[in-house]
């Protein structure tokens, strides 16, 4: 099959909709933002009125594409953070820590996932399918004792949420200690001893810096 070279045209259009999707990822990290209107889009991305319906239904369709690029960004992110982690205990430590340590490393994506939610949850990319799925490999390799693993995601969840909203309430607490000690709570809650929980959580972890 012969692909068709991209013209001008092509690479115009991919420049707005980028825009676009930008300006959406701006506003998702702020309370309300996405009751902006069209209009308030478009000047934040710098681009005309009338481009937008170019390339989105409506306002929904683009914060949906803005919350799939913060979602992939945060599944890259943990990807790259594990690779190599043979230890399930070990890579969900590692999924927490990095996540909390998106607030230095990654604001804007520690914001988003700040203000979409629970809403996490409900995604098939991102950390919720890949926390579920390694939580799955843990019980079964008998490193964690877990009777139901739709509620520790759950706890998973909530735990990374109500941590994220506290270090924005106190910006001058380490983030790193706060993500270690997160990491250890969950560890133990799973089933792992104090010691070992919190060897695991202090181990040394790599932040992708890529954005």
Request: aromatic share 6%; proline share 4%; with cysteine.
């Amino acid at each position: 099959m012969v692909t068709r070279p991209e013209n001008r045209l092509d690479r115009r259009r991919a420049r707005t909709r980028s825009a676009l999707i930008d300006a959406a990822c701006q506003l998702l990290t702020t309370p309300g933002g996405t009751e902006a209107s069209v209009a308030r889009i478009t000047e934040l991305a710098d681009v005309g009125l009338g481009s937008f319906y170019n390339h989105f239904e409506g306002k929904d369709a683009l914060f949906d594409a803005a919350i799939g690029t913060m979602l992939e960004l945060h599944g890259r992110l943990f990807d790259e953070t594990t690779a190599g982690l043979d230890d399930p205990a070990e890579v969900f430590a590692a999924g927490v820590r990095m996540t909390l340590r998106l607030r230095t490393s990654h604001p804007r994506l520690a914001q988003t996932i700040s203000q979409v939610g629970f809403r996490y949850l409900d995604t098939d990319d991102g950390l919720a399918p890949r926390a579920f799925r390694d939580l799955e490999i843990a019980v079964a390799a008998g490193r964690f004792d877990i009777d139901d693993i739709g509620a520790a995601l759950a706890c998973t969840a909530g735990s990374l949420l109500g941590y994220l909203h506290m270090l924005a309430q106190d910006p001058d607490r380490d983030t790193y200690s706060a993500a270690d000690d997160l990491a250890a709570s969950m560890l133990r809650q799973f089933g792992l001893s104090k010691v070992e929980a919190q060897e695991i959580s202090r181990r040394p972890l790599d932040q992708p810096t890529f954005q």
